[in-house]
């Protein structure tokens, strides 16, 4: 699902380019290639970790029957437009936006994504020599969830 939003993003960045009517702004320029780097990311860690891991006992019960895989499919799909909104609206917007709040953006976005990667990272190399503790270094030590406060 995590790769959807770089197809998702950059869709209507190549609408907007193409479109003699609208000017592509800075904001969509950055907020695109945010998304995009943000979900090829993610997307490529979970495929590496499903492939390392090779399954993900999370879902399995929920996968087990179709109406929890519809209910699965539908709650992802939901997120998905959800969480997607704000780029979206963002980048169809014709305002230029305040430069100081790209700037603010931009930066709180390189911070998250440091943060997620860097969580990531840690929790990885701690599942190696601890598969079943609760990883409590780097991080990890400060929140039980940096990886999503990255987010």
Sequence with gaps: GTGSFAI???VPFLVQTASASSCTTRVSIISTGAVCVWSVKLASFLF???LKVKTDARLEDTL???SGTVGFWFISALWGILTS???ALGTTS???GNPLFTIIGTAL???GFAMET???YQKTIFKQTNPTGFCNVGL???SQHPNFFGN
């Design 85 to 87: 909104l704000p780029h």
């Design 94 to 96: 014709s305002s230029p």
């Design 64 to 66: 087990s029957t179709f």
């Design 109 to 111: 976005f390189l911070t």
């Design 8 to 10: 998702a993003a950059y």
């Design 48 to 50: 590496w970790r499903a």
């Design 118 to 120: 860097t969580a990531d």
């Design 140 to 142: 990890w030590s400060t």
